[in-house]
């Protein structure tokens, strides 16, 4: 998106605007400190790591975030990523994780792009107008009528629904555009990455979930979402394990709030709050917890 990203404490103003549409969860109490994930992970089965601002900065892994994956699995602790990156292939995501150094089976990466996916399955059919990149195409969509959301208002217009997928090389105008023909006639919107924002090496970029509450704050659309913080990629992540563990055994590891925290206290897992990346790096941290009402169950610096 070619229009500045916001700073961190702006991002959390704007998860606060849009608290209204993401699921309730219990509150928590307090929450504890510890100077790293291995202090921590011993009393828990499986740890989800989220990606972004945890294990990697865009295309960067955050130091020394493989050797502890490493050393959780030494323990027998089963790792598995649950990321909001729905713009990639399963194939290129994987290509990814191995060229930073990481280890994860294509089974222990669990993306809102599968959820999505999944979703699409018990979709009737009908035909998609896709907010995705050129890099990689409408690969993985090709089971469906879909179409790629350029600047053609014609190409919005004969989409029966939209797909909110990823958000590199989308304009102000292409937003436009959308909102223009949703207007005109309301349609169903899928949304595959609910994040507002990523942190990546230049900073934090605008994510679909950005422009798809945009849309509703508009009265255009009631979005529906495949990703974090939401119910379905945590179900998709949990149907890959056998046998299943009880959510209390589970900790959630992430960077934001209210898609990482918030999901995780949702679902009855536990969770730990990264802070030296993502949007909440250089914050107040005790000031956003009480602000956003979603408290963790650990603190931790990295990982």
Not at 183 to 204: K, M, Q, T
Request: aromatic share 6%.
């Amino acid at each position: 998106m070619t229009t500045p990203p916001p700073a961190g404490r702006t991002a959390f103003d704007a998860y606060l605007a849009i608290r209204h549409r993401l699921p309730d969860a219990p509150e928590g109490s307090a929450y504890g400190r510890a100077p790293h994930l291995g202090a921590i992970a011993d009393p828990f089965e499986v740890i989800l790591f989220d990606a972004y601002g945890v294990i990697n900065v865009g295309e960067t892994p955050i130091l020394g975030a493989a050797a502890r994956i490493a050393e959780l699995r030494k323990k027998g602790k089963r790792v598995m990523v649950v990321s909001n990156s729905a713009g990639y292939p399963k194939r290129a995501m994987m290509a990814r994780y191995e060229r930073l150094g990481f280890d994860f089976a294509p089974e222990e990466v669990v993306t809102s792009r599968e959820a999505m996916l999944a979703r699409l399955t018990r979709e009737k059919p009908r035909r998609w107008g896709v907010m995705l990149g050129l890099g990689h195409g409408l690969r993985e969509f090709e089971k469906i009528d879909a179409h790629l959301l350029l600047d053609d208002a014609a190409a919005y217009d004969a989409a029966e629904g939209f797909l909110l997928v990823g958000s590199d090389g989308w304009t102000v105008k292409r937003q436009r555009l959308l909102a223009a023909s949703l207007r005109a006639r309301p349609r169903p919107v899928l949304v595959g990455n609910p994040d507002l924002v990523a942190p990546r090496e230049g900073g934090l970029t605008l994510e679909p979930g950005h422009f798809a509450h945009a849309l509703a704050d508009a009265d255009l659309c009631a979005p529906e979402f495949c990703g974090k913080p939401f119910r379905a990629i945590f179900d998709l992540a949990l149907s890959r394990l056998d046998p299943v563990p009880d959510p209390s055994r589970v900790l959630m590891v992430g960077d934001t709030l209210h898609t990482d925290i918030l999901g995780a206290r949702a679902m009855g897992f536990a969770s730990a709050l990264v802070t030296d990346h993502g949007p909440l790096a250089g914050e107040d941290i005790v000031a956003a917890i009480d602000r956003a009402g979603i408290i963790p169950d650990f603190v931790i610096p990295h990982i």
